[in-house]
Each structure stands twice: as C-alpha cells, then as structure tokens.
C-alpha cells in the first residue's frame, strides 16, 4: 500500500468458517440503522471465478468482452470488472472513493496493515494473532479468548456487535 486510502478501513481476519461473513452482516445491519454510510469488500481467495447469473445483460456483455459491465435499478448500482489481472489496493480503494461511505469493512486481505479484528474457531488459529494492528479478537469458543493481550469478545455475546462498531469507528484508519 503506497497511498493512504480516502476513507477509514477494518479488517476482519480469520480461517474458513470462523464467523467472518456473520461478524460482517451484523456490523453492516448495526451501521445501516445508525444511518452510517459503510461499504464491504471481500477477498475471494478460492481458485476460479465469480457466481454470475447465467443469461443476465450484464454477464452477456462480460463474455462478449466488456471490461466493464454495470446495471442501474432504482436504488442499486452493480459493477462488474473484468481487468484481466487483480486490480490494485489503490484501484480499488479509488472506485469506493467514489461513493461516499465512511467506513470500508473488508473481509480477509490478512496482510494487509490495517486494524483488525481476528476471529478465533481453533486452537491453531492463534497463528493468527501474528497479524499487525489488531485491534480485537473473537470467537465462539470463550476457552481460545484465554491469556490473549487484545480486546476479547464473544460472537454470540449480545453486546458485541455494539461494542466493535463503536470500536472500528473509533480505531478505523485511513493507513
């Protein structure tokens, strides 16, 4: 990362089935009826590509080779681009610049520095708090949260959610 990236960024790490997804809609649920304008991105770290819907316009403009395809309802906007190769940090963080959000929540990129919030499902997922700037470290299982030196939580604990929202408020950072 060579730029500073235009709006406050966290991270939520952790191994496959940890409660990375779950961690991330409850969040973006807890923003949306704050009104607090927040964005998602997610690693797609599997071999292949995306799931797209078979004979959609826009799928059919992507295989007729369109770069870029995008649909416009009412309220939605939906882009697809197809690069060729993986796009950059920087290219990325430029188009969700265009949308003025004031949190990007991303899901995975484990290496990238930004805080994070590390979810535990293992004893082995420990490894895991290696990690630069985590600000918190979670999981199902109270036992793994034992002698960690973060801010610990329970995910299926009531007050959670409202606590790491506030959190990533607070502790999001622009780089």
Not at 20 to 44: D, E, P
Not at 80 to 93: A, C, N, R
Not at 136 to 158: M, P, W
Request: hydrophobic share 40%; proline share 3%.
């Amino acid at each position: 990362m060579n730029k500073k990236p235009p709006i406050p960024v966290v991270q939520i790490a952790g191994y496959k089935n940890s409660g990375k997804t779950t961690l991330m809609c409850k969040l973006i649920t807890h923003y949306a009826k704050q009104n607090i304008r927040v964005a998602s991105l997610k690693h797609h770290g599997h071999a292949g590509g995306f799931q797209v819907a078979e004979n959609a316009d826009s799928t059919l403009h992507m295989r007729a080779g369109a770069n870029l395809a995008g649909v416009q309802a009412a309220s939605e906007f939906q882009l697809s681009i197809q690069s060729g190769q993986q796009l950059s940090w920087e290219k990325m963080m430029a188009v969700y610049a265009l949308f003025d959000v004031e949190l990007l929540l991303v899901e995975g990129y484990k290496q990238l520095g930004f805080p994070k919030i590390v979810l535990l499902k293992e004893e082995q997922d420990k490894e895991l708090l290696r990690l630069s700037n985590i600000i918190a470290v979670g999981s199902n299982n109270k036992a793994l949260l034992q002698d960690i030196e973060y801010d610990t939580f329970l995910l299926q604990s009531a007050e959670a959610v409202p606590k790491l929202a506030q959190l990533c408020l607070e502790r999001g950072t622009n780089g």
